[in-house]
């Protein structure tokens, strides 16, 4: 499997259209990759929450039509990143949206954990409630969802392992005063769950929030495959999904679980 992830860079003097529409010409060029990744909220910003209400979108809005379209266009399983979601109950939400290869809507994450300590996200979003898996075609990985703030809380990744995840698909708009962090939890992610970690961050300065960029894949021994840098940039790297189930014989820790084990188990 090829996977290419996006690392877009947020620029102050880039409207959203025009980032939208970049960010689809940048999906149509992947037509050699399997897998598409976008980061966290590249449409306005991940820390701009001034303008989350002006452009929050419901799940059939611009930026998933334009996903969509490049989805089927590239012939790629596409994770689109993130959008602020209008819901129908009025309620806004970071929304992850993952498109088919045909372009048809597949499956969608509201991000659980919101950022913010009741300020920010935290406090303009409300919070998803279920974790969520996609399987990647007939035969292929089953990939678990998750968005930026979520990578700190191992327990939502021990859910998606128990529903079967194989690969984890991170967007995140995280910011560059905490990359030492990014790159350690996402290595841990992936060693803890035996488990590929693609994980998608922005480039570039929005609200003032420098970004950490350095988008990465993360085998399920816990090597970093591949690591972008801190600009704009396009990461492709060739995974082998059997190497988690070789992982996961030769070493298995899952097996060994006592605490927080599934009753069914």
Not at 76 to 86: P, Q
Not at 158 to 167: F, H, K
Not at 178 to 185: D, T
Request: aromatic share 8%; net charge negative; with cysteine.
């Amino acid at each position: 499997m090829r996977a290419a992830l996006l690392q877009i860079a947020v620029r102050p003097d880039e409207t959203v259209t025009a980032r939208r529409d970049r960010a689809a010409e940048l999906v149509r060029e992947q037509h050699t990759a399997d897998l598409v990744v976008l980061p966290e909220l590249w449409t306005v910003g991940a820390f701009s929450f001034d303008a989350f209400h002006d452009h929050a979108e419901p799940l059939d809005g611009p930026t998933a039509r334009a996903m969509g379209r490049a989805a089927a266009s590239a012939r790629v399983w596409l994770h689109a990143g993130s959008v602020v979601e209008r819901g129908s109950d009025g309620a806004l939400y970071n929304t992850s949206l993952v498109f088919a290869p045909d372009g048809t809507p597949r499956r969608t994450y509201r991000k659980i954990h919101r950022f913010g300590f009741d300020r920010g996200e935290a406090a303009l979003l409300a919070r998803g409630e279920e974790t969520v898996t996609v399987t990647l075609g007939e035969g292929g990985p089953t990939a678990g969802l998750a968005t930026c703030y979520d990578l700190r809380f191992p327990e939502q990744f021990r859910a998606l392992v128990d529903t079967g995840a194989e690969m984890f698909l991170i967007a995140a708009g995280w910011p560059a005063a905490r990359r030492a962090h990014w790159s350690l939890l996402a290595r841990a992610r992936a060693v803890e769950s035996q488990a590929y970690v693609l994980a998608c961050g922005t480039a570039g300065t929005h609200a003032g929030v420098e970004q950490a960029g350095h988008s990465m894949v993360v085998d399920p021994w816990g090597e970093v495959v591949a690591e972008a840098g801190s600009g704009e940039e396009t990461l492709t790297v060739d995974l082998d999904p059997a190497l988690v189930a070789r992982t996961r014989a030769d070493f298995p820790a899952l097996r060994d679980r006592v605490l927080g084990v599934p009753a069914t188990r």
